[in-house]
């Protein structure tokens, strides 16, 4: 077709034959080149810096009155610094009546010790009282004067016991003694009269008044060598009882004394735990960062446990890029593409743009308020890119283009006129 034209210029337009010679090889030329040459295709996202790691929130575990707020939004803060200072009227309270039942443990502790040494009298100087413990040192002695008065009764009531049988032993041998003296002497006697029977000189029933006195001496004596034995059983038998209240006095009293231990020990790591929440009265930022939040702004306020009270960005976490990209990009990116970040806050013109890689693809589509539909996409900086780059912070603008692969500069032309021409000819 070019040629007919060609053929059909006449003589006198012959001076434009060079320029439009020159004009069709320009355009055979950029068709070759747009043809064979290719440039990035890229994908746009847009978003924010944000660090790796989650935001921290700071909490007070037990709660209480705020009594100092020593940061403000926006502030950079560095690991350790004070951020509030919080009261913890309760702990501090709970305290006070643990230390004051720990003491009472004491005071009981000693009023046991003067119980096993059986001591006559049990006090305490009041100057080494702490406060609140007069009543308990008090009861302590009439608890001590009680339990001693009732123990000397019980041992009262068995010595009593033992004396009456020691001294009904005592008779009993006294009466054995005398009886067998008296035996004897009616033994004497009935020999005696034995022999004045057989001479004649008395009577037959003389003779066997006396025979008849040494035999009811026998049985008396025979009598009290029974008693004797089963006297002195039960003495012995008192005695033991009185050994053994006093040993169950002595076991008792340990037994209690381990019990007040046992105590004394739970209440002394009560008590470490109390004192660790009264001295929690400052809350300490837990990394460098900045204040994003503080949720609690005033000074007298109450604060529930577990409350959160403000939240700090992380700054020494590395930082990377959440961006949403459109979800007709979807088929064009995957985890590894390279991108360019663009912070919008720096002219991209004199700082240049930072390298990444596109690390995440949410699994779907997200929605937020206002109804627009995304997927997000995380990017992580090259380091060596931030080399030399301003500083940049969590909560920063930024612009991406996802390098999604190549195509040449002649598709990329005709691209938009195919797009357009597809919907032109889709049915209404």
């Known amino acids: 077709m070019t040629q007919f034209k060609l053929d059909n210029f006449d003589n006198e337009n012959w001076n434009y034959r060079p320029l439009l010679y020159t004009v069709i090889s320009l355009m055979i030329c950029f068709l070759t080149w747009a043809t064979f040459s290719e440039i990035d295709q890229q994908v746009r996202a847009v978003g924010r810096i944000v660090p790796s790691g989650q935001s921290k929130l700071i909490q007070h575990l037990e709660g209480g009155i705020v009594d100092r707020i020593l940061v403000k939004e926006g502030q950079r803060v560095q690991q350790g610094d004070p951020l509030f200072q919080v009261r913890n009227q309760g702990a501090a309270s709970e305290l006070e009546g643990s230390r004051i039942a720990l003491e009472a443990l004491d005071i009981r502790t000693k009023r046991l010790q003067a119980e096993l040494d059986a001591k006559d009298d049990f006090s305490l100087d009041d100057g080494q009282l702490g406060d609140g413990l007069e009543e308990i040192a008090k009861n302590e002695i009439l608890l001590?004067?009680?339990?001693?008065?009732?123990?000397?009764?019980?041992?009262?009531?068995?010595?009593?016991?033992?004396?009456?049988?020691?001294?009904?032993?005592?008779?009993?041998?006294?009466?054995?003694?005398?009886?067998?003296?008296?035996?004897?002497?009616?033994?004497?006697?009935?020999?005696?009269?034995?022999?004045?029977?057989?001479?004649?000189?008395?009577?037959?029933?003389?003779?066997?008044?006396?025979?008849?006195r040494v035999s009811d001496f026998n049985t008396r004596i025979g009598s009290l060598e029974k008693s004797i034995p089963v006297t002195k059983a039960e003495l012995e038998e008192v005695r033991r009882q009185v050994k053994e209240l006093s040993q169950q006095q002595k076991t008792d009293i340990i037994d209690e004394m381990n019990k007040v231990e046992l105590d004394r020990q739970r209440l002394q790591e009560k008590i470490k735990a109390e004192k660790d929440q009264v001295d929690r009265t400052a809350l300490f930022a837990p990394v460098t960062g900045l204040v994003n939040k503080i949720y609690i702004n005033t000074v007298g306020g109450v604060v529930k446990p577990g409350a959160v009270l403000a939240e700090i960005i992380p700054l020494e976490d590395s930082l990377?890029?959440?961006?949403?990209?459109?979800?007709?990009?979807?088929?064009?990116?995957?985890?590894?593409?390279?991108?360019?970040?663009?912070?919008?806050?720096?002219?991209?013109?004199?700082?240049?743009?930072?390298?990444?890689?596109?690390?995440?693809?949410?699994?779907?589509?997200?929605?937020?308020?206002?109804?627009?539909?995304?997927?997000?996409?995380?990017?992580t900086l090259d380091p060596e890119s931030l080399k030399g780059f301003q500083p940049i912070y969590p909560g920063m603008s930024v612009e991406a283009n996802i390098l999604s692969g190549k195509t040449s500069i002649l598709r990329a032309i005709f691209k938009p006129l195919l797009r357009l021409q597809q919907n032109a000819l889709r049915e209404p």
């Open 320 to 379: 990377i890029v959440e961006a949403r990209m459109q979800t007709k990009d979807r088929g064009l990116v995957w985890n590894g593409l390279p991108a360019s970040i663009k912070v919008t806050a720096y002219d991209s013109t004199m700082y240049g743009r930072i390298r990444g890689t596109i690390t995440e693809i949410s699994a779907d589509s997200l929605t937020d308020d206002s109804g627009a539909v995304f997927y997000r996409v995380k990017i």
């Open 144 to 212: 001590f004067k009680s339990r001693s008065q009732a123990y000397h009764e019980k041992v009262g009531v068995f010595k009593e016991r033992e004396n009456q049988k020691a001294l009904k032993l005592d008779e009993l041998k006294a009466q054995l003694t005398n009886l067998q003296a008296e035996r004897k002497i009616a033994q004497d006697q009935l020999a005696i009269n034995e022999k004045l029977k057989r001479s004649g000189a008395i009577s037959e029933s003389r003779y066997l008044d006396s025979k008849s």
